[in-house]
């Protein structure tokens, strides 16, 4: 009898070690597939994006004839900021929001990777009602990319940058103004408009950098340094270099020198 007893408790042991082993296998197994699905959808959400940005650029450049005035900027643009969907709001109070990416292009034309930022604040010139709008920014000289690289910058007077608005004109061939840090343009409803750009902040996505380049990197890293690569940001560059081809610049031209179109 004492023998069965025995035997049963060391049976019972063993069950309830196994059951616990099972437990605790389960509670890792759960852990690990929530961090996994965890970071599967931070970095589906920023690829999302990154699509959207290239749509954003197909629309803005479809149908534009090579002297069009994007084309002239773009050709010359040292970085561009994209934001596919800025969500404006201004009944009764004023706001605006959405998540963009900056990209800069180096002295043989070849465009970086995208680090990713918030734009917030501001009405972006709206009256009543809600629009999304597509924005693009063309940043032209390395004064204004590096003021961009901040970790928050706000779009005013104080800024020390010089802003010029394309506006309803865009698609005309007339040469751009000269001298200017950065150009806005929105299109809307299929519509270019001029982009009122007072108390609005860019804001570095550092999540999204970390997320979707695995590793903790920041912006400069990124666009200047271009440290990183995701192979699934490539057809965005390639539809950036599509829409207008970097100009032909000696060997030796530095890499962050300022250019004006």
Request: proline residues 5%.
């Amino acid at each position: 009898m004492a023998a069965i007893s025995k035997r049963f408790s060391a049976r019972q042991a063993t069950g309830l070690i196994t059951a616990a082993l099972s437990v605790l296998a389960t509670g890792v197994l759960a852990t690990s597939v929530q961090a996994a699905g965890t970071k599967t959808a931070n970095t589906s959400k920023e690829q999302l994006l990154i699509e959207q940005a290239t749509t954003t650029v197909q629309n803005i450049f479809n149908g534009s004839q090579a002297s069009s005035r994007p084309q002239k900027i773009l050709t010359r643009a040292r970085a561009v900021l994209i934001c596919p969907s800025i969500i404006r709001m201004s009944f009764v109070f004023g706001g605006s929001g959405g998540r963009c990416l900056l990209l800069s292009r180096d002295a043989r034309g070849s465009w970086s990777d995208p680090a990713f930022y918030h734009l917030s604040g501001g009405s972006f010139g709206l009256q009543l009602g809600y629009q999304d709008a597509q924005v693009m920014f063309f940043i032209m000289t390395q004064h204004g990319l590096q003021a961009l690289l901040d970790h928050q910058f706000k779009f005013d007077a104080n800024a020390g940058v010089s802003f010029t608005n394309l506006g309803a004109n865009a698609e005309s061939s007339r040469t751009p103004e000269k001298g200017s840090d950065i150009y806005a343009l929105q299109k809307a409803n299929g519509v270019f408009a001029g982009a009122a750009l007072g108390g609005t902040k860019l804001t570095s996505d550092s999540a999204a950098d970390r997320a979707y380049y695995h590793q903790v990197v920041g912006p400069e890293d990124i666009v200047i340094n271009m440290r990183v690569n995701n192979p699934a940001a490539d057809p965005l560059r390639r539809i950036l270099m599509k829409a207008a081809p970097a100009p032909k610049l000696p060997v030796t031209a530095p890499a962050n020198s300022d250019t004006h179109p």
